[in-house]
């Protein structure tokens, strides 16, 4: 499967942005989807996952009650709404696809190729 993610830019300080990843071929609904991020000098980390049929989510505490992950399988597309962004949300955030959910990337083995967002005053 092939991922691309879209939606990033530059933001202000508690305001929203919605990134989007669609995917190619027929069997997205058999990936579990997540979402890491990325910042200068820093590790990619987890930042919310969903599982094939969208009935389970699962959410970094850094981003919990802020951000939300969803899918529409018909649309081979995977969302993440992004509110009251913080500056330390600054990051290269990547969608991936995998046979099973869960937080942790060894579980993904399909990755876009990272969308851009910035939040900074």
């Known amino acids: 499967v092939q991922l691309q993610a879209f939606g990033g830019g530059l933001e202000q300080p508690g305001g929203s942005l919605t990134l989007s990843c669609a995917a190619s071929g027929r069997t997205f609904s058999s990936y579990a989807m997540g979402w890491f991020r990325q910042a200068p000098g820093k590790e990619r980390e987890f930042v919310a996952a969903i599982s094939r049929r969208g009935d389970s989510t699962s959410y970094a505490d850094s981003v919990l009650g802020r951000f939300t992950i969803s899918r529409d399988n018909a649309k081979n597309t995977v969302y993440l709404q992004m509110n009251s962004l913080k500056l330390e949300d600054t990051a290269v955030y990547y969608c991936?696809?995998?046979?099973?959910?869960?937080?942790?990337?060894?579980?993904?083995?399909?990755w876009g190729q990272g969308t851009q967002v910035t939040v900074s005053s």
């Open positions: 991936a696809a995998g046979p099973k959910y869960g937080s942790t990337y060894d579980r993904y083995d399909y």
